[in-house]
C-alpha cells in the first residue's frame, strides 16, 4: 500500500523530466549550425531510443506491479459475484442456493493440502518465486538497475535480511525492506515445515508406526493380562539360543505398552521385545509388522465377552489369511467359549492351532480336584522353566522296539511316537512292541530341545517281580461348584466320565434355579443321559457366611470354586469374590472338622504357628479339596502363602500353554489328548504300585515296571517333599523308595 502511491509520484515526475528534455534539445537546435546540430540530435535521437524503450518497460513494470498489488484485494472483494455474472451473460436463472466461490476455493486449497503431502512445500516454493519475481520488477521500477541484475538483488535480499543495509534512496529503501520482510516469513515457515515433518517423524517412531525389519520373530497380536506370563515363557524358550524377537501389536500407546513391560522386572535373556501401534484387523498394520516372515503368531483373546472376543478373533484369523505374502509360521489362537472354536478352525484350516482357555483350565481344575497335588505337576511340565514336551527325530532309534527307546535317554523321558506312516499322528504311550520305523519322531519331556540325545542302553535294569496290586476302584464322590461359568455343561460332562456311579455334584449360585436347567441345555448338556452324578442345586451368595453356612461343607471331597460368569470381564473383582470364598469356605470347616493329631501336621504348620486361625484353616485343607480358579498372579501369592487351598492359576497356564503351542504346533495334540476325558491322562499314583518299602532301585527301574502297567512314569514326589521331580536325573542311580512316595505317570484311563 505505501509503494502504490510512491510509484505514481515517480511517474508523474519522469514524465516531466521527459518534457523538460524535449524543450532543451528544441533550443539547442536553434543555436547550432546545421552540421553540428545534425551530430548532436543524431546522438540525442540515439539516446532518446534508448532512453524511450527504458522508460516504457519500466512503465510497463510500474503497471504491471500497481495490477499485482490491487488484483487480490479486487478478487476477495468481487470473487462470490463472478457465477452470477456468468449466469447472466447466459440469460440464466439459478434458482439453487450456490456455495460461494470463495469457500469453495478455500475448500479446494484445504483438500489440496489434505490429501497432497508435499502440497505446502510446493505453496512454499511457488511464494518464494512470487516473491523473487515481484520484489525484482518493484526493485527495477525504482532504481536504475536492469532487470536481470534487480531479480538478483531481490533473491539476495530473500535469502538475506541484512543485504538491504547499504541501499540509498527512499524507494529502494522502502523496497528491498519489504522483500527482506517477506523472505525472512518464509524462511520462518520453512523451518516450520523442517520443523514438523522431523516432529511428525519423531512422533511415529515414539508412538510404533515405523515398520519391523525382522525373520523369524513371534508376533502377539493383542494385548490382555496374560502378555505378562507369555513374554515370560517365550523369553525362557529363546534362552538356549541367545534370545530372540518378540513383536506385540496391540491398539495402545507404544509408550504405555513398554512402561507396562518394564514393570515386570523380569530378566528377558536376551530376548528383545518390540511394541507396535495398530491394529491386527489392518493388513497395513500387520505387513508393518513383518506378519508374513514370523515363524509364529499368536492371537490373544480381548478382555471383552466371550462372543465379542472369539468374534474378533474370527476377524483376525481372516485378516492374517489376506495377507497377500502368506504366511510362514503357523497361528495360534486362544479362544474363550469352546462351541466357537470349529468356526475358526473352518476358516483358518490346518494354519491355525486353538487353545481354548475357559476349556483347558476346566479341564485342569476338575483333575486337580479329583487328584491332589496335580496343579504344580502341570504348571512344570507346562512352563520352559523344568521339563517340557519336544519332538525330534533321531535316526539312529529305527528298529528298536518302543520298551528299548523308553530308557535310551539319560537326560529325557520318551513318551510317545509320532507315526510318519499314519500321517504323522502322534500315539501316547504306545505298545512295547512298536518298532521304530524311517520318518518316525520320539515324543520327549527334557529339560530344553539341545539338553537331550539318545545312548547306549543302561547296562543293569532289573525287571524281577513287584507288587501286583490293580488300581482301586472308584467310589462315589460328593463335589461342590462354588459359582456359574460360562462353560459348566462342559465341565459336568467331564465330571460324568470321570466320577463312578452315585456321585453327587452340588452346584452353589446366585442364578435362580428356574434358569439353570435352561441354561444347561443350551449349553448342549442332556440332563437325562447323566448316569454317574445327581445334580444338586442350592441358590446363594458365595460371598455371604451365612449362605454358605446351610451347606454341608465339610462333607464334600473336593469343593471348586469357579469364576463367575458376570465377573469374567473384571480379573480383580473376579478373584475377590474368589478369595472371599475360599477364605470363608476354610473358616467354617476348620470350625466343623473334628480336630487333627497335631503330631501329623506340626511340620508343615511350622512356619505359620504364630496365626492359630491359618492354622486350623489349613488343617481343613489337609481334609478336603479345594480348587480356586485364581486369573491373577498376586491373588495366587496371597493364596500360596497361607497354604489353604490346591490352586489353578488360569492366566498362567493359559500362557503356558500359548507359548509352548507357538514353540511348537505339534505339541496341541498332545495337550489335547492330556487334557480329555478319554485317551491318556496325566495323574499321580501310590509308589506301592510299583516297588515294596525301602526297595532298592533305579528310577529306570521303576520306568520299566510301570511299563507293565502300560504306564508311562515320567517322575516323582518323596514323603518329605513339597514339590514333584519331572524328569529326573541320574536314572541309572539306585534308591531307596517308600510307601509313601508318589508317582506321576502317563496312564490310559480306559
Request: proline share 4%; glycine share 6%; aromatic share 8%.
Given at each position: 500500500?505505501?509503494?502504490?502511491?510512491?510509484?505514481?509520484?515517480?511517474?508523474?515526475?519522469?514524465?516531466?523530466?521527459?518534457?523538460?528534455?524535449?524543450?532543451?534539445?528544441?533550443?539547442?537546435?536553434?543555436?547550432?549550425?546545421?552540421?553540428?546540430?545534425?551530430?548532436?540530435?543524431?546522438?540525442?535521437?540515439?539516446?532518446?531510443?534508448?532512453?524511450?524503450?527504458?522508460?516504457?518497460?519500466?512503465?510497463?513494470?510500474?503497471?504491471?506491479?500497481?495490477?499485482?498489488?490491487?488484483?487480490?484485494?479486487?478478487?476477495?472483494?468481487?470473487?462470490?459475484?463472478?457465477?452470477?455474472?456468468?449466469?447472466?451473460?447466459?440469460?440464466?436463472?439459478?434458482?439453487?442456493?450456490?456455495?460461494?466461490?470463495?469457500?469453495?476455493?478455500?475448500?479446494?486449497?484445504?483438500?489440496?493440502?489434505?490429501?497432497?503431502?508435499?502440497?505446502?512445500?510446493?505453496?512454499?516454493?511457488?511464494?518464494?518465486?512470487?516473491?523473487?519475481?515481484?520484489?525484482?520488477?518493484?526493485?527495477?521500477?525504482?532504481?536504475?538497475?536492469?532487470?536481470?541484475?534487480?531479480?538478483?538483488?531481490?533473491?539476495?535480499?530473500?535469502?538475506?535480511?541484512?543485504?538491504?543495509?547499504?541501499?540509498?534512496?527512499?524507494?529502494?529503501?522502502?523496497v528491498s525492506v519489504s522483500i527482506s520482510s517477506g523472505g525472512m516469513l518464509i524462511f520462518a515457515m520453512m523451518l516450520g515445515?523442517?520443523?514438523?515433518?522431523?516432529?511428525?517423524?519423531?512422533?511415529?517412531?515414539?508412538?510404533?508406526?515405523?515398520?519391523?525389519?525382522?525373520?523369524?520373530?513371534?508376533?502377539?497380536?493383542?494385548?490382555?493380562?496374560?502378555?505378562?506370563?507369555?513374554?515370560?515363557?517365550?523369553?525362557?524358550?529363546?534362552?538356549?539360543?541367545?534370545?530372540?524377537?518378540?513383536?506385540?501389536?496391540?491398539?495402545?500407546?507404544?509408550?504405555?505398552?513398554?512402561?507396562?513391560?518394564?514393570?515386570?522386572?523380569?530378566?528377558?535373556?536376551?530376548?528383545?521385545?518390540?511394541?507396535?501401534?495398530?491394529?491386527?484387523?489392518?493388513?497395513?498394520?500387520?505387513?508393518?509388522?513383518?506378519?508374513?516372515?514370523?515363524?509364529?503368531?499368536?492371537?490373544?483373546?480381548?478382555?471383552?465377552?466371550?462372543?465379542?472376543?472369539?468374534?474378533?478373533?474370527?476377524?483376525?484369523?481372516?485378516?492374517?489369511?489376506?495377507?497377500?505374502?502368506?504366511?510362514?509360521?503357523?497361528?495360534?489362537?486362544?479362544?474363550?467359549?469352546?462351541?466357537?472354536?470349529?468356526?475358526?478352525?473352518?476358516?483358518?484350516?490346518?494354519?491355525?492351532?486353538?487353545?481354548?482357555?475357559?476349556?483347558?483350565?476346566?479341564?485342569?481344575?476338575?483333575?486337580?480336584?479329583?487328584?491332589?497335588?496335580?496343579?504344580?505337576?502341570?504348571?512344570?511340565?507346562?512352563?520352559?522353566?523344568?521339563?517340557?514336551?519336544?519332538?525330534?527325530?533321531?535316526?539312529?532309534?529305527?528298529?528298536?522296539?518302543?520298551?528299548?527307546?523308553?530308557?535310551?535317554?539319560?537326560?529325557?523321558?520318551?513318551?510317545?511316537?509320532?507315526?510318519?506312516?499314519?500321517?504323522?499322528?502322534?500315539?501316547?504311550?504306545?505298545?512295547?512292541?512298536?518298532?521304530?520305523?524311517?520318518?518316525?519322531?520320539?515324543?520327549?519331556?527334557?529339560?530344553?530341545?539341545?539338553?537331550?540325545?539318545?545312548?547306549?542302553?543302561?547296562?543293569?535294569?532289573?525287571?524281577?517281580?513287584?507288587?501286583?496290586?490293580?488300581?482301586?476302584?472308584?467310589?462315589?464322590?460328593?463335589?461342590?461348584?462354588?459359582?456359574?461359568?460360562?462353560?459348566?455343561?462342559?465341565?459336568?460332562?467331564?465330571?460324568?466320565?470321570?466320577?463312578?456311579?452315585?456321585?453327587?455334584?452340588?452346584?452353589?449360585?446366585?442364578?435362580?434355579?428356574?434358569?439353570?436347567?435352561?441354561?444347561?441345555?443350551?449349553?448342549?448338556?442332556?440332563?437325562?443321559?447323566?448316569?454317574?452324578?445327581?445334580?444338586?442345586?442350592?441358590?446363594?451368595?458365595?460371598?455371604?457366611?451365612?449362605?454358605?453356612?446351610?451347606?454341608?461343607?465339610?462333607?464334600?471331597?473336593?469343593?471348586?470354586?469357579?469364576?463367575?460368569?458376570?465377573?469374567?470381564?473384571?480379573?480383580?473383582?473376579?478373584?475377590?469374590?474368589?478369595?472371599?470364598?475360599?477364605?470363608?469356605?476354610?473358616?467354617?470347616?476348620?470350625?466343623?472338622?473334628?480336630?487333627?493329631?497335631?503330631?501329623?501336621?506340626?511340620?508343615?504348620?511350622?512356619?505359620?504357628?504364630?496365626?492359630?486361625?491359618?492354622?486350623?484353616?489349613?488343617?481343613?485343607?489337609?481334609?478336603?479339596?479345594?480348587?480356586?480358579?485364581?486369573?491373577?498372579?498376586?491373588?495366587?501369592?496371597?493364596?500360596?502363602?497361607?497354604?489353604?487351598?490346591?490352586?489353578?492359576?488360569?492366566?498362567?497356564?493359559?500362557?503356558?500353554?500359548?507359548?509352548?503351542?507357538?514353540?511348537?504346533?505339534?505339541?496341541?495334540?498332545?495337550?489335547?489328548?492330556?487334557?480329555?476325558?478319554?485317551?491318556?491322562?496325566?495323574?499321580?499314583?501310590?509308589?506301592?504300585?510299583?516297588?515294596?518299602?525301602?526297595?532298592?532301585?533305579?528310577?529306570?527301574?521303576?520306568?520299566?515296571?510301570?511299563?507293565?502297567?502300560?504306564?508311562?512314569?515320567?517322575?516323582?514326589?518323596?514323603?518329605?517333599?513339597?514339590?514333584?521331580?519331572?524328569?529326573?536325573?541320574?536314572?541309572?542311580?539306585?534308591?531307596?523308595?517308600?510307601?509313601?512316595?508318589?508317582?506321576?505317570?502317563?496312564?490310559?484311563?480306559?
Open positions: 500500500m505505501i509503494v502504490v502511491p510512491y510509484t505514481f509520484n515517480l511517474w508523474i515526475r519522469v514524465l516531466k523530466l521527459q518534457k523538460e528534455n524535449n524543450d532543451l534539445r528544441m533550443i539547442c537546435s536553434d543555436r547550432l549550425d546545421g552540421s553540428e546540430s545534425s551530430k548532436i540530435l543524431l546522438h540525442e535521437g540515439r539516446a532518446l531510443v534508448s532512453d524511450w524503450s527504458n522508460t516504457e518497460s519500466r512503465t510497463v513494470a510500474r503497471f504491471t506491479m500497481v495490477v499485482t498489488l490491487l488484483m487480490p484485494f479486487v478478487l476477495y472483494k468481487y470473487l462470490d459475484y463472478l457465477p452470477q455474472l456468468k449466469n447472466l451473460s447466459k440469460g440464466m436463472k439459478n434458482n439453487q442456493e450456490e456455495v460461494p466461490l470463495k469457500k469453495r476455493i478455500a475448500y479446494m486449497v484445504d483438500v489440496c493440502f489434505s490429501v497432497n503431502p508435499s502440497a505446502k512445500l510446493l505453496a512454499l516454493l511457488f511464494a518464494t518465486i512470487f516473491l523473487i519475481a515481484f520484489g525484482g520488477l518493484a526493485l527495477y521500477v525504482v532504481s536504475d538497475s536492469s532487470f536481470a541484475e534487480a531479480l538478483w538483488l531481490s533473491w539476495t535480499f530473500v535469502a538475506d535480511a541484512g543485504n538491504h543495509a547499504d541501499r540509498v534512496g527512499m524507494g529502494p529503501r522502502i515445515l523442517v520443523s514438523d515433518a522431523i516432529s511428525e517423524k519423531v512422533d511415529s517412531l515414539r508412538k510404533g508406526k515405523s515398520e519391523v525389519i525382522e525373520r523369524n520373530h513371534i508376533l502377539i497380536l493383542g494385548w490382555s493380562d496374560k502378555l505378562g506370563s507369555l513374554l515370560k515363557q517365550l523369553a525362557i524358550a529363546n534362552k538356549s539360543i541367545g534370545g530372540g524377537v518378540v513383536v506385540v501389536l496391540a491398539e495402545r500407546d507404544k509408550e504405555e505398552m513398554e512402561i507396562d513391560i518394564a514393570k515386570l522386572e523380569f530378566d528377558f535373556m536376551g530376548t528383545s521385545v518390540i511394541c507396535r501401534s495398530g491394529s491386527p484387523l489392518i493388513l497395513a498394520d500387520l505387513k508393518k509388522v513383518s506378519v508374513s516372515n514370523a515363524r509364529a503368531i499368536i492371537v490373544l483373546a480381548s478382555d471383552e465377552n466371550a462372543d465379542q472376543s472369539d468374534a474378533r478373533a474370527l476377524r483376525v484369523v481372516l485378516s492374517l489369511i489376506g495377507v497377500k505374502e502368506g504366511l510362514k509360521g503357523h497361528v495360534v489362537v486362544e479362544m474363550s467359549d469352546l462351541d466357537n472354536e470349529p468356526l475358526v478352525k473352518l476358516v483358518g484350516g490346518d494354519l491355525i492351532e486353538t487353545v481354548v482357555a475357559h476349556d483347558v483350565i476346566g479341564r485342569l481344575m476338575i483333575q486337580c480336584a479329583l487328584q491332589p497335588g496335580l496343579a504344580q505337576i502341570w504348571e512344570d511340565i507346562l512352563g520352559f522353566e523344568n521339563a517340557e514336551f519336544y519332538i525330534k527325530r533321531w535316526p539312529q532309534l529305527d528298529g528298536l522296539r518302543f520298551e528299548d527307546v523308553l530308557i535310551s535317554f539319560p537326560d529325557a523321558i520318551p513318551c510317545g511316537v509320532k507315526v510318519a506312516a499314519d500321517g504323522g499322528k502322534i500315539i501316547l504311550n504306545p505298545d512295547d512292541s512298536y518298532v521304530l520305523i524311517e520318518g518316525d519322531e520320539v515324543l520327549v519331556i527334557a529339560e530344553d530341545d539341545d539338553t537331550y540325545s539318545p545312548g547306549p542302553l543302561p547296562e543293569v535294569v532289573r525287571r524281577g517281580l513287584f507288587p501286583k496290586i490293580a488300581d482301586p476302584p472308584k467310589f462315589p464322590e460328593k463335589i461342590l461348584f462354588c459359582g456359574w461359568r460360562r462353560d459348566i455343561d462342559d465341565m459336568i460332562t467331564v465330571l460324568e466320565a470321570f466320577l463312578a456311579p452315585g456321585s453327587e455334584l452340588w452346584i452353589f449360585s446366585d442364578v435362580p434355579e428356574k434358569d439353570r436347567e435352561k441354561k444347561l441345555i443350551d449349553g448342549g448338556l442332556d440332563i437325562s443321559n447323566l448316569k454317574n452324578i445327581r445334580l444338586v442345586h442350592r441358590e446363594g451368595n458365595a460371598v455371604i457366611r451365612r449362605h454358605l453356612e446351610y451347606l454341608p461343607l465339610e462333607t464334600f471331597d473336593s469343593i471348586l470354586i469357579l469364576a463367575d460368569e458376570l465377573l469374567e470381564d473384571s480379573i480383580v473383582h473376579s478373584d475377590s469374590r474368589s478369595l472371599a470364598t475360599l477364605l470363608l469356605i476354610r473358616d467354617i470347616q476348620s470350625k466343623r472338622l473334628p480336630n487333627k493329631d497335631t503330631s501329623s501336621v506340626s511340620l508343615r504348620l511350622s512356619g505359620f504357628s504364630h496365626s492359630s486361625w491359618i492354622s486350623e484353616m489349613q488343617q481343613a485343607s489337609d481334609k478336603s479339596i479345594i480348587i480356586s480358579e485364581i486369573l491373577d498372579s498376586r491373588t495366587r501369592n496371597l493364596v500360596s502363602v497361607s497354604r489353604i487351598s490346591d490352586y489353578v492359576l488360569s492366566n498362567e497356564l493359559v500362557s503356558m500353554a500359548l507359548a509352548m503351542v507357538a514353540e511348537d504346533k505339534q505339541i496341541n495334540r498332545v495337550l489335547e489328548e492330556l487334557f480329555a476325558e478319554e485317551g491318556n491322562e496325566m495323574c499321580i499314583k501310590p509308589a506301592e504300585f510299583y516297588s515294596f518299602d525301602q526297595e532298592e532301585l533305579s528310577f529306570y527301574d521303576i520306568m520299566i515296571r510301570g511299563r507293565q502297567r502300560q504306564e508311562i512314569i515320567i517322575g516323582y514326589r518323596l514323603a518329605n517333599a513339597e514339590r514333584a521331580i519331572i524328569n529326573p536325573s541320574e536314572k541309572s542311580q539306585p534308591r531307596k523308595w517308600s510307601v509313601d512316595d508318589v508317582f506321576v505317570v502317563i496312564s490310559s484311563n480306559e
